[in-house]
């Protein structure tokens, strides 16, 4: 359409007897030595329109008017936030007398930075791949490393792209006696001690360094016992865990012969589960050791809600003949476990 436009300017120009020639200059408005589409943009934008970027689109239904940045950004500046390119690190060597051999150590760090358009990254300082340039929305990697939580450290065990802590939460922060309930008060109880003196608990039980503590629902909910970005399972993070490891089933969570105390499990998985039990208020406090159950038991508060006040758990049996999902009510004290994805 163009071409035919300026064909047929030329033609009226030829035919008011203007030779090409003649007005050389007048139509050769960006003066390339040719008559093209963009002198006959400039040659009409005499009347009411124009192509100031000379782009061969008038100004008036031109997206941009310039050119865009690597952005995408019409007549942006570029690309304008920071990102780490590639991080450095010098080494060197030093040969130790007394233990005659070389000994390399860290000499140097350097980290290169790059302009980008934006920078998507993982803003979690605790993750493996925290870059403090980055904005909300990239993928943090997180390496499986011990969970420290209220003073405590906690072992930790990596199973697939997970990460769990292998023995029971032991928080203190209050103790209550075994028959003491609520659904709505936070509930701290340990197996072998049925006192509140905390001090005293510590020194006499002989359960709560491998047990752990006993917590209702609530106590989950409001002591912050999996700290980010650590947090409390789900039925199916406990039923994946017990899959990854057939055919062993759940006896691969048990701890085994050589751990202490003992146990009969094969602990393959590394994660330590004893048959801590669980306290049910206003009766036995039922566990391995009471004989209040045919076979002992392990049990853990997960995430998933069911009808109120009862909750969900998951529970392995010293039994090489079950592992499965049960629901518990609130008051209830049951053991706590937890995980984290390695990438998220």
């Keep these: 359409m163009k071409k035919v436009i300026l064909t047929m300017v030329v033609a009226v120009l030829a035919a008011s007897g203007m030779a090409q020639s003649d007005c050389g200059e007048l139509l050769d408005a960006n003066q390339d030595g040719l008559i093209g589409v963009e002198d006959l943009m400039n040659l009409l934008s005499h009347f009411g329109d124009s192509d100031l970027d000379f782009d061969g689109v008038f100004d008036s239904v031109d997206d941009c008017v ?8 019409c007549n942006g500046p570029g690309p304008l936030v920071l990102a780490i390119d590639s991080i450095l690190v010098v080494y060197d060597s030093l040969y130790v007398d007394s233990i005659g ?11 290169l930075l790059h302009l980008v358009c934006e920078n998507p990254g993982c803003t979690d300082v605790s993750a493996m791949n925290f870059d403090p340039y980055a904005e909300e929305g990239g993928q943090c990697i997180y390496s499986c490393e011990p969970m420290s939580s209220h003073g405590i450290t906690y072992d930790a065990v990596q199973v697939d792209d997970q990460c769990w802590i292998s023995e029971n939460i032991r928080y203190l922060p209050e103790l209550s006696p075994h028959n003491i309930q609520s659904e709505t008060d936070p509930i ?3 197996y072998d001690f049925d006192g509140t003196n905390i001090d005293s608990c510590l020194i006499a039980s002989e359960y ?4 752990g503590v006993h917590y209702n629902y609530p106590a989950v909910l409001s002591w912050d016992l999996c700290p980010s970005p650590w947090r409390l399972p789900s039925q199916n993070d406990w039923n994946n865990l017990v899959n990854d490891y057939n055919p062993e089933g759940h006896l691969n969570l048990l701890a085994g012969p050589g751990d202490n105390p003992p146990y009969i499990g094969t602990n393959s998985s590394g994660m330590t589960v004893y048959a801590a039990g669980q306290s049910q208020p206003n009766g036995p406090y039922f566990s391995y050791e009471d004989g209040g159950w045919a076979t002992p038991i392990a049990f853990f508060w997960t995430t998933d809600t069911h ?6 758990t998951f529970q392995v049996s010293a039994s090489s003949t079950y592992q499965g999902n ?7 004290g049951l053991s706590v476990r937890c995980v984290k994805d390695l990438e998220n």
């Design 101 to 111: 051999s070389w000994t390399i150590f860290e000499a140097g760090l350097d980290t």
């Design 307 to 312: 009808t109120h006040p009862w909750h969900g």
């Design 66 to 73: 310039g050119e865009y940045d690597e952005c995408g950004l």
């Design 208 to 211: 709560y360094d491998s047990w």
């Design 188 to 190: 701290a109880q340990v």
């Design 326 to 332: 049960s629901i518990k009510p609130i008051n209830w």
